[in-house]
């Protein structure tokens, strides 16, 4: 499946983003869409996902409260609600597919998107 991410840009501390992760090319679903980020010099980091087979959402512990994963199945899409950002938020944002293992791991997802850029000024 082909991911594309798009909906990143910059904004002030406080402020709030919606991430669109939008797929095509493979029919079958993944069981998995979730959002990395990575800052520079930093590992990739889990921030969200959307389990499609029990239409469940799990978000890392520093996103929480934050952070609204949802789906959009006319339009095959993931979308990831950022709201009351924080500097250190920011990142590069993946959106990725996974089709079995662990989603909280990055090897767990096969199809990975080309990142969209958000920056959090203070």
């Known amino acids: 499946v082909q991911l594309q991410a798009s909906g990143g840009g910059l904004v002030q501390a406080g402020g709030s983003l919606r991430l669109s992760c939008s797929a095509s090319?493979?029919?079958?679903?993944?069981?998995?869409v979730g959002w990395f980020r990575q800052a520079p010099g930093k590992e990739r980091e889990f921030v969200a996902v959307f389990d499609w087979t029990i239409g469940s959402s799990y978000y890392a512990n520093s996103v929480k409260g934050r952070f609204t994963i949802s789906r959009d199945n006319a339009k095959s899409m993931v979308n990831l609600q950022m709201d009351s950002l924080k500097p250190e938020d920011t990142a590069v944002y993946y959106c990725?597919?996974?089709?079995?293992?662990?989603?909280?791991?990055?090897?767990?997802?096969?199809?990975w998107g080309q990142g969209t850029q958000v920056t959090v000024s203070s």
């Open positions: 990725a597919a996974a089709r079995g293992g662990s989603y909280y791991s990055a090897q767990s997802y096969t199809d």
């Open positions: 090319g493979r029919t079958s679903r993944p069981y998995a």
